[in-house]
């Protein structure tokens, strides 16, 4: 009996992995901070909850809805993207989905085909490659440095495309790195896009979570017909809704079409109540995102502080999200802690000997660094920070 050769090709997501050790830690009574989550550590707003016990009352909401979403959703969307993000859309220009994770996946199934090439910038998030060759397309990962500030540029894309290249993906701001491109940054990578043909995957979940200076325009703004851009979006990171899963694809009719075929027989709808959930979010506006992004802002500037004062660290400050992609590739040596060679031994070591988790750069595609989430509270940041700081002067 033999399973999908698939299972040879991908890997389950690592960021998962690292949570799933320090949860089983965390259980044997340790005391563990992680900084491993990719969500928010505040409640849902509440009126999100009050609408949804109201939807749920409601027999309506108990059966089955349309593939692409609910209407009055749908028609939220095309209000938000046009007031926050200036894309202008019609109704049939969207897709609801089971996170904007489902939204990712369906989008490249619905364009790749058998060997299509998909550049992805690294380090980038986990999902991006085995999404792509769950899809039967190839990822040719787009190095970025540190010194470039984790950004891709023009001439590396010309010398990465193939007549077999079909999408790009573009996340700004961007999970791990928090890194933000300007607007003449993202508007000369659109415009190599759209001269050659490429699709450009859009990721804009982190859209709302920047603190200095403005986000990155979206492709969709110069794109308007959509000829060459989907746009991935959800309520996820916002408005601290991961656990509801619901994102959406903006795209044009073909592929929300062919994605609505996908989602038909791969789930039909997304939770009625979980769509009323997000269209109450995006209904009240981001009054409560404000106040969340006030305090990852502090939290932001306390962790940047903290990295400071640690020797042999280095930190590129994040504009965006809730990540800083610290380097510490000096620790990832033998000679400097005994049995560490790369990040995920020095992650390891961090959460076996210091109780506190971190993702390893790998997990990204950049081995020397790791990933530290700061949507957890401030106490817990304070303490972990301390632990993190301690923990290399004791190699001394
Ligand atoms: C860059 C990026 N895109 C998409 C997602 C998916 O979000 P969700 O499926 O929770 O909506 C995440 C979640 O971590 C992310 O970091």
């Excluded at 989905?97 to 550049?119: C, P, R």
Aim: glycine share 6%; proline share 5%; hydrophobic share 40%.
């Amino acid at each position: 009996m033999q399973i999908s050769k698939l299972n040879e090709l991908i890997t389950p997501s690592g960021t998962m992995a690292i949570s799933n050790k320090a949860r089983l830690l965390k259980q044997q009574g340790k005391p563990v901070i992680g900084f491993g989550a990719g969500e928010p550590d505040f409640p849902t707003p509440n009126y999100v909850i009050k609408d949804v016990q109201i939807a749920a009352e409601d027999p309506v909401n108990h059966k089955y809805s349309p593939v692409a979403g609910l209407d009055i959703l749908k028609d939220e969307i095309v209000r938000t993207s046009d007031l926050y993000s200036g894309i202008n859309i019609q109704n049939d220009n969207v897709l609801v989905s089971n996170g904007g994770k489902q939204a990712i996946l369906t989008a490249f199934l619905s364009i790749l085909d058998q060997g299509d090439e998909v550049l992805i910038p690294a380090p980038y998030w986990t999902t991006y490659p085995e999404a792509v060759k769950i899809s039967g397309g190839e990822p040719v990962i787009v190095d970025t440095s540190f010194e470039d500030d984790f950004k891709i540029s023009t001439s590396q894309l010309d010398s990465l495309k193939t007549n077999k290249t079909k999408i790009l993906v573009w996340v700004s701001p961007s999970n791990p790195t928090g890194v933000v491109y300007s607007k003449k940054e993202a508007e000369d990578i659109y415009q190599w896009a759209f001269e050659n043909d490429i699709w450009i995957l859009s990721d804009e979940l982190y859209e709302h979570l920047v603190y200095e200076g403005t986000t990155s325009p979206s492709p969709a703004q110069y794109d308007t017909d959509l000829k060459n851009t989907i746009v991935i979006n959800g309520v996820a990171k916002a408005y601290s809704m991961t656990g509801w899963r619901v994102g959406w694809i903006i795209a044009n009719t073909d592929v929300i079409n062919m994605a609505k075929k996908i989602q038909s027989h791969a789930t039909s709808n997304v939770s009625n109540l979980s769509q009323i959930a997000a269209y109450s979010a995006l209904k009240n506006g981001l009054g409560e995102t404000e106040i969340m992004k006030k305090s990852f802002n502090r939290r932001r500037m306390f962790a940047i502080e903290e990295f400071s004062k640690i020797e042999k660290v280095n930190l590129i400050k994040p504009l965006g999200a809730f990540y800083l992609f610290p380097d510490i590739s000096y620790y990832c040596n033998d000679k400097v802690i005994p049995g560490v060679n790369n990040s995920i031994d020095f992650c390891n070591w961090l959460l076996d000997e210091h109780y506190i988790a971190f993702v390893p750069g790998e997990v990204f595609g950049k081995n020397g660094y790791l990933r530290c989430s700061y949507a957890l509270s401030d106490e817990n940041l304070k303490e972990g920070l301390e632990r993190f700081a301690k923990a290399i002067k004791s190699l001394k």
